[in-house]
């Protein structure tokens, strides 16, 4: 790095999801939860990606995966111990070589 560039502010990257402002914006509460996680999506190629379910609420979830090309906005086909259906991808967080992300449920499966 030369003297022209600015050295990161890494805890920018320790914010919680919504601008880190500490301001909880959930409209449900979450209750932890464990299993494997299935997702589908094509961004822009079909991709399958196994994780593993960290929390759950009744609109949403919350996911540990290995996927760094899963991005914000996507919408993926899921699977998990506590349901099925279609969500899309709200936020994430990569740290090394391992994600997390924040799901939106769009639709449940019957």
């Known amino acids: 790095m030369n003297s022209s560039q600015e050295t990161p502010n890494l805890n920018t990257f320790n914010r919680p999801p919504g601008g880190g402002s500490g301001t909880e914006r959930r409209s449900n509460n979450r209750r932890s939860a464990t299993g494997g996680v299935w997702l589908e999506f094509a961004n822009p190629l079909p991709r399958q990606v196994l994780g593993e379910l960290m929390d759950v609420s009744l609109n949403g979830f919350r996911a540990s995966h290995r996927c760094?090309?899963?991005?914000?906005?996507?919408?993926?086909?899921?699977?998990?111990?506590?349901?099925?259906?279609?969500?899309?991808?709200?936020?994430?967080?990569i740290v090394a070589d391992c994600s997390e992300s924040g799901f939106l449920i769009l639709r449940r499966d019957s």
Request: proline fraction near 8%; hydrophobic fraction near 25%; charge should be positive.
């Open 68 to 93: 760094p090309s899963l991005g914000t906005g996507d919408e993926v086909n899921f699977r998990h111990p506590q349901g099925s259906g279609t969500a899309r991808v709200v936020w994430n967080r």
